[in-house]
């Protein structure tokens, strides 16, 4: 029984960490995909963490703040907006788009996951 809780664990560690590589493999898309845009590359660094600017829903209430956090931190949010820009050829809704998914990414990298109302700290990956 014990050999097979220690598999278990170390199925779980191996399973994390695939999961933690593709994230950064979304990151490093969303900067390859930054770079095909016509901004200065301190646009991506200065408005990269412009999505956590949504936290401030939690001022009002969990509920608030979960939504509004999950809105601007849900990578089908960003491909939509980067699509939308592209269909458009509107940079800066790509520009968007982009900075959102890569966020996500970013976040999801180091546990950060989408939020649950009843609590910051519950999110889809876990407790923080």
């Known amino acids: 029984m014990d050999l097979l809780i220690i598999s278990f664990l170390i199925n779980f560690k191996i399973m994390k960490n695939i999961l933690k590589l593709e994230e950064v493999a979304m990151l490093a898309l969303s900067v ?11 646009w991506y660094l200065v408005l990269f963490f412009a999505p956590d600017i949504s936290m401030i829903g939690y001022l009002v209430n969990t509920k608030i703040g979960a939504y509004s956090y999950n809105f601007f931190h849900h990578k089908a949010v960003g491909i939509i907006i980067g699509i939308l820009g592209f269909y458009l050829h509107q940079e800066f809704y790509m520009l968007a788009g982009i900075i959102i998914f890569g966020h996500s990414a970013f976040d999801r990298i180091f546990g950060f996951g989408l939020k649950f109302t009843d609590s910051f700290k519950n999110t889809h990956l876990g407790s923080l």
């Open 32 to 42: 390859f995909l930054f770079m095909q845009l016509h901004f200065e590359w301190w």
